[in-house]
Protein backbone atom coordinates (compact mmCIF):
# COMPACT_ATOMS: atom_id res chain seq x y z
CA UNK A 1 0.00 0.00 0.00
CA UNK A 2 1.87 3.05 -1.32
CA UNK A 3 -0.73 5.36 -0.19
CA UNK A 4 0.92 5.72 3.40
CA UNK A 5 4.07 6.45 1.80
CA UNK A 6 2.29 9.14 -0.38
CA UNK A 7 0.20 10.57 2.25
CA UNK A 8 3.49 10.76 4.59
CA UNK A 9 4.96 12.55 2.31
CA UNK A 10 2.06 15.06 1.69
CA UNK A 11 1.83 15.78 5.64
CA UNK A 12 5.78 16.26 5.48
CA UNK A 13 5.64 18.67 2.83
CA UNK A 14 2.37 20.61 3.44
CA UNK A 15 3.38 20.85 6.96
CA UNK A 16 7.12 22.29 5.79
CA UNK A 17 5.34 24.62 3.55
CA UNK A 18 2.91 25.79 5.94
CA UNK A 19 5.66 26.43 9.02
CA UNK A 20 7.57 28.30 6.24
CA UNK A 21 4.38 30.70 5.56
CA UNK A 22 3.72 31.08 9.00
CA UNK A 23 0.19 29.91 8.86
CA UNK A 24 -2.20 27.05 9.94
CA UNK A 25 -3.39 24.38 7.22
CA UNK A 26 -6.44 24.64 6.78
CA UNK A 27 -7.35 22.59 3.07
CA UNK A 28 -4.51 20.61 1.12
CA UNK A 29 -5.20 19.57 -2.42
CA UNK A 30 -4.03 16.68 -4.50
CA UNK A 31 -3.76 16.66 -8.20
CA UNK A 32 -3.66 12.69 -8.61
CA UNK A 33 -3.86 11.29 -12.05
CA UNK A 34 -5.46 8.62 -13.54
CA UNK A 35 -2.22 6.69 -14.15
CA UNK A 36 -1.16 7.29 -11.03
CA UNK A 37 -1.85 4.11 -9.43
CA UNK A 38 -3.59 5.85 -6.36
CA UNK A 39 -6.65 3.94 -4.24
CA UNK A 40 -8.28 7.72 -3.51
CA UNK A 41 -9.80 6.14 -0.34
CA UNK A 42 -6.42 4.31 0.89
CA UNK A 43 -4.80 8.05 0.51
CA UNK A 44 -7.71 9.48 2.57
CA UNK A 45 -7.54 6.58 5.62
CA UNK A 46 -3.93 6.89 5.15
CA UNK A 47 -3.95 10.77 5.72
CA UNK A 48 -6.35 10.77 8.16
CA UNK A 49 -3.98 8.71 10.63
CA UNK A 50 -1.03 10.29 9.65
CA UNK A 51 -1.65 14.27 10.06
CA UNK A 52 -3.07 13.71 13.75
CA UNK A 53 -0.55 15.52 16.03
CA UNK A 54 0.42 17.35 13.58
CA UNK A 55 0.09 21.10 12.41
CA UNK A 56 -2.19 19.09 9.82
CA UNK A 57 -4.69 18.06 11.99
CA UNK A 58 -7.65 19.93 11.06
CA UNK A 59 -7.14 19.91 7.29
CA UNK A 60 -9.16 18.94 5.16
CA UNK A 61 -7.60 16.38 2.14
CA UNK A 62 -9.38 17.50 -1.53
CA UNK A 63 -8.62 15.51 -4.46
CA UNK A 64 -8.54 16.74 -7.67
CA UNK A 65 -8.95 14.03 -10.47
CA UNK A 66 -6.47 14.41 -14.06
CA UNK A 67 -7.98 12.16 -16.73
CA UNK A 68 -5.91 10.32 -19.32
CA UNK A 69 -5.60 12.63 -21.92
CA UNK A 70 -3.71 11.37 -25.34
CA UNK A 71 -2.16 13.56 -27.74
CA UNK A 72 -3.18 12.15 -31.38
CA UNK A 73 -0.95 13.06 -34.07
CA UNK A 74 -3.23 12.31 -36.91
CA UNK A 75 -5.87 14.19 -35.83
CA UNK A 76 -3.62 17.15 -34.30
CA UNK A 77 -5.16 16.96 -30.74
CA UNK A 78 -5.40 15.87 -27.15
CA UNK A 79 -8.71 13.83 -26.33
CA UNK A 80 -9.60 12.38 -22.59
CA UNK A 81 -9.89 8.58 -22.88
CA UNK A 82 -11.81 6.87 -20.27
CA UNK A 83 -8.56 4.18 -19.59
CA UNK A 84 -5.61 2.79 -20.66
CA UNK A 85 -6.88 -0.39 -22.11
CA UNK A 86 -6.69 0.51 -25.59
CA UNK A 87 -4.27 3.64 -25.81
CA UNK A 88 -6.30 5.03 -29.11
CA UNK A 89 -7.49 8.11 -29.98
CA UNK A 90 -10.74 8.53 -29.38
CA UNK A 91 -11.60 10.79 -32.19
CA UNK A 92 -10.25 8.63 -35.23
CA UNK A 93 -9.27 5.71 -33.95
CA UNK A 94 -5.19 5.22 -34.15
CA UNK A 95 -3.14 4.05 -31.54
CA UNK A 96 -1.00 6.51 -29.82
CA UNK A 97 1.45 6.06 -27.24
CA UNK A 98 1.86 10.02 -26.49
CA UNK A 99 0.33 10.24 -22.93
CA UNK A 100 -0.03 14.25 -22.30
CA UNK A 101 -1.74 13.87 -18.68
CA UNK A 102 -2.93 11.26 -16.29
CA UNK A 103 0.39 10.19 -14.17
CA UNK A 104 0.34 13.64 -12.31
CA UNK A 105 0.50 13.17 -7.91
CA UNK A 106 1.10 17.02 -7.18
CA UNK A 107 0.59 19.25 -4.31
CA UNK A 108 -1.99 21.71 -6.45
CA UNK A 109 -2.37 24.36 -3.28
CA UNK A 110 -2.08 24.39 0.52
CA UNK A 111 -4.97 26.91 2.14
CA UNK A 112 -3.64 28.44 5.15
CA UNK A 113 -5.24 30.47 7.46
CA UNK A 114 -3.47 33.11 10.09
CA UNK A 115 -0.80 33.68 7.30
CA UNK A 116 1.19 37.07 7.50
CA UNK A 117 0.89 39.32 4.43
CA UNK A 118 3.10 38.41 2.12
CA UNK A 119 6.77 39.29 2.28
CA UNK A 120 9.79 39.95 0.45
CA UNK A 121 12.11 36.89 -0.33
CA UNK A 122 15.56 36.62 2.17
CA UNK A 123 18.29 37.52 0.09
CA UNK A 124 19.85 35.07 -1.40
CA UNK A 125 24.10 35.03 -1.49
CA UNK A 126 23.18 33.55 -5.10
CA UNK A 127 21.64 36.83 -6.30
CA UNK A 128 23.50 40.68 -6.36
CA UNK A 129 21.91 42.67 -4.03
CA UNK A 130 19.63 45.52 -5.75
Known amino acids: MHELSIAARVVEEAGRIAAAAGGRPTRITLRIGA ?3 VHEP ?19 LAVEAVPLRLWCGACRAEH ?3 GPV ?9 PTGEIRAGRELDIESITLEDAPAASPLPHDATRSPP
Open 80 to 82: DVA
Open 86 to 94: RLACPACGR
Open 35 to 37: LAG
Open 42 to 60: SLRAAYGMLREGTPLADAE
